[in-house]
C-alpha cells in the first residue's frame, strides 16, 4: 500500500515519491474557469491549503522542467487541451508564511524577510538578465541577502512580480499560503499595529492594479478585514465555508473517506471515523477532517483519538475563550451537551475585536474548524442572517472539555476531582465548601444580574460534571416523572449513588431565603418525581439536592430519596 504522506505538503514529493494523494486536481481548472484577479481561500488549518497551493504551483509555472508527469492519470489531464495549454506557462510567485512566528516584531519581520530571500533564489535567472534596471537588481540583490531597508520590502512582491514578467514576456501568478498566519502571531504576542501595517502594504501592492498580475490565489484560516489588510482590495472574491463553490477541495469528502477506508482495509472503522473527524459543512459538503483521517489510517490501531485539536497549543483559542463572559460559558456548555446556539456569523474578522464582540468570536471558531453551521435564517427586522452553530465532532468536543476542565481548575484551586469526589460520594458538606468557593473565583455578579441567573448556575455545574463523564451519565432539562429535572447525574455502576439537582434563586420581594429557596427545591424534586428515571436504570441510592442562590451566595441541602 502507498504511504501516508502526512505532514507532506510539497505535491512534488507526494507526487514523486507515490504516496496516498486524494486528486484535488480538478481545483486547477476552476481557477482557470475564474472570473476572479484574486481569490482567497479562507479554511482551518490542515485541511490541504499548502499542499493544494504547491499543486497550482507545478500545474502552472514556467520553468526548465517540465512537470507534466506529475499530472499523469489526474482528473485535470482528463479535461482537454483548453486546460493542457495552461499548464507550465507562467512565472510563479509562491510564498508561504505558516512559520512566520515569534515573539517580537523584529523576529517575525525576520523571517519574512527570509522567506523572500528563498523565493528570489528560486528565480537568479532574472538578476542576470541584461535587461533588468540597475535599481531593481540592487533591491532584488539586498532583498535575496535579506539585507533590504523595510520600504523596499513593502514593495518586494510587486518589483518581483513586474521583474519576472519582463523576463519571461507573461503576467504572473502570484500564490501565498497562510497569508494570515503572521497576525494571529502578532496579535497573541503584542504587536498586532505593525504586523497588519506591513502585511496591508505588502499585499495591496501587489494584488491592486498591478499590471504583471494575472491572478491571484491566498489561502489562510480567517478572512482579516475592515481596517485591517482588504481595506482597499475590491478585486479579492473570498470562498469561505459557507460558500458552495469550492467547498470539496479543502479535506476529504465522505466519498474520499469510505475509499481510502477500504484501500487501507479500515472500512469497519467508518461509523467511529464519521462520529470523530466527519461534521464539517462546506458550503453544502460534508467534510471529514484530512489531518486526522490521515493519522488515523497511519496509527494503524483501530482506535480514534484527538490528532487535529493535538496539531498546536490553540493559545488563541484558549485565550479567547477565556476572556469571554459567563454567558459564553452558558453556550458552550450547551454546546458540549450536544445542543445548537443561533448567532450572526461575520466573514470579516478583525482579531482586535475578538476579545470584546461575541459575533467575532463565533466567527472565528466556525472558520478555523471548531465549530460548523447547520442551518441558516434571514431575520428581517434585523436585516442579517443568523446561523445555528455545532461542535462538528467529538476531536473537537474533547478539546472543549479539556478547556472547560481548565476553567473548574482555576475556579476551584485544588484539584477538582476532590470536589467531584465529594459529590459522588454524598459527602454534601465537603462539596458545598469546594462548590461555594468555585463560585466566589468564577462567576461574575454582572453575569449574575441576568433575569435568568439559574442559567448561569446550571451552566457551571453541568461544565465541571463534565469530568465525570468515564463514570456517571450527565442529563439536563429532560423529563422525568410528573416534569423536567434540572440535572440528573446517573452512575454507570448502578451500586452507586444517583443524584438529582434542582437550583433556585431568591427573590427578595417575595421574603424568600437561601434555606427556603433550598427546601423549595428539593420539594419540587419530590413533587414532580424526578427519580423515576434513576429508579427504573436500576439505581437504589438516589440523593436530591436542591442549589439555592442569591448573588455569589450559595446554599445547598440534601434529601435522601431512597437507598441501599
Known amino acids: 500500500m502507498k504511504k501516508i504522506p502526512k505532514g507532506i505538503s510539497d505535491f512534488k514529493k507526494v507526487r514523486r515519491l507515490n504516496c ?17 484577479e484574486v481569490i482567497l481561500f479562507p479554511r482551518p488549518r490542515r485541511f490541504g491549503k499548502t499542499l493544494n497551493l ?16 506529475l499530472f499523469e492519470g489526474t482528473r485535470i489531464q482528463q479535461h482537454g487541451d483548453v486546460y493542457a495549454q495552461e499548464q ?28 523572500f530571500a528563498e523565493e528570489v533564489k528560486r528565480h537568479l535567472a532574472i538578476l542576470s538578465h541584461e535587461a533588468l534596471d540597475p535599481v531593481d537588481l540592487i533591491q532584488l540583490t539586498a532583498i535575496k541577502q535579506t539585507a533590504a531597508q523595510e520600504h523596499v520590502m513593502n514593495n518586494s512582491l510587486k518589483l518581483l512580480s513586474h521583474v519576472l514578467s519582463q523576463y519571461h514576456q507573461q503576467k504572473v501568478i502570484v500564490l501565498i499560503d497562510e497569508y494570515d498566519v503572521p497576525i494571529h502571531n502578532a496579535y497573541l504576542s503584542g504587536f498586532y499595529a505593525q504586523a497588519i501595517s506591513f502585511m496591508r502594504t505588502l499585499l495591496g501592492a501587489v494584488l491592486k492594479d498591478n499590471t504583471a498580475l494575472h491572478k491571484g490565489v491566498l489561502t489562510g484560516a480567517l478572512r482579516i478585514a475592515k481596517e485591517s489588510i482588504f481595506t482597499d482590495l475590491n478585486n479579492v472574491s473570498t470562498y469561505s465555508v459557507l460558500n458552495k463553490q469550492y467547498s470539496s ?24 471515523v464519521k462520529k470523530w473527524y466527519n461534521g464539517y459543512q462546506f458550503g453544502e459538503t460534508t467534510i471529514y477532517n484530512p489531518w486526522s483521517i490521515l493519522s488515523f489510517i497511519e496509527n494503524g490501531e483501530r482506535e480514534c483519538r484527538p490528532y487535529w ?41 478583525v482579531l482586535s475585536e475578538l476579545n470584546h464582540l461575541s459575533e467575532q468570536v463565533y466567527s472565528f471558531l466556525l472558520f478555523t474548524g471548531y465549530l460548523r453551521a447547520i442551518d441558516k435564517r434571514f431575520d428581517q427586522l434585523e436585516n442579517q442572517f443568523y446561523y445555528t452553530l455545532q461542535i462538528p465532532n467529538l476531536e473537537v468536543k474533547w478539546l472543549f472539555e479539556q478547556i472547560f476542565r481548565q476553567w473548574l481548575e482555576k475556579g476551584v484551586g485544588d484539584d477538582p476531582r476532590l470536589m467531584l469526589q465529594a459529590l459522588v460520594s454524598g459527602k454534601i458538606g465537603d462539596f ?6 468555585y463560585v466566589m473565583n468564577s462567576v461574575s455578579l454582572f453575569d449574575l444580574a441576568d433575569r435568568q441567573p439559574e442559567r448561569i448556575y446550571h451552566a457551571f455545574v453541568l461544565g465541571m460534571l463534565v469530568l465525570l463523564k468515564g463514570s456517571h451519565e450527565i442529563k439536563s432539562n429532560r423529563e422525568s416523572g410528573l416534569g423536567r429535572y434540572d440535572v440528573l447525574l446517573i452512575p454507570k455502576d448502578t451500586s452507586q449513588l444517583g443524584l438529582i439537582i434542582e437550583f433556585k434563586r431568591t427573590f427578595a420581594e417575595r421574603g424568600d431565603t437561601l434555606a427556603s ?14 427519580q423515576q428515571e434513576l429508579k427504573q436504570r436500576g439505581i437504589a441510592s438516589i440523593l436530591a439536592l436542591g442549589i439555592a442562590f442569591q448573588g455569589k451566595q450559595v446554599l445547598i441541602k440534601e434529601k435522601i430519596l431512597s437507598e441501599q
Not at 486524494?22 to 472570473?35: M, N
Not at 429557596?517 to 424526578?530: D, P, V
Open 20 to 36: 496516498e494523494w486524494v486528486d484535488k486536481s480538478l481545483l486547477i481548472q476552476e481557477v482557470i474557469d475564474s472570473s476572479s
Open 54 to 69: 504547491s499543486m497550482l504551483r507545478y500545474f502552472f509555472e514556467k520553468g526548465e522542467e517540465s512537470s507534466a508527469d
Open 88 to 115: 507550465g506557462k507562467y512565472p510563479v510567485i509562491f510564498l508561504s508564511f505558516k512559520e512566520v512566528k515569534g515573539d517580537s516584531w523584529e523576529l517575525c519581520y525576520k523571517k519574512i524577510c527570509d522567506v
Open 249 to 272: 477541495y479543502f479535506g476529504f469528502t465522505e466519498k474520499e473517506v469510505t475509499a481510502l477506508l477500504e484501500t487501507y482495509h479500515l472500512s469497519s472503522m467508518l461509523d467511529d
Open 309 to 349: 485539536v493535538n496539531t498546536s497549543d490553540n493559545a488563541l483559542i484558549r485565550q479567547l475563550m477565556a476572556r469571554q463572559p459567563t454567558q459564553f460559558r452558558v453556550d458552550f456548555e450547551l454546546l458540549i451537551q450536544g445542543g445548537t446556539v443561533e448567532k450572526t456569523i461575520s466573514e470579516h474578522i
Open 432 to 437: 458545598s465548601i469546594y462548590f461555594s468557593d
Open 517 to 530: 429557596a433550598a427546601e423549595a427545591a428539593l420539594q419540587q424534586i419530590e413533587e414532580k418525581q424526578y
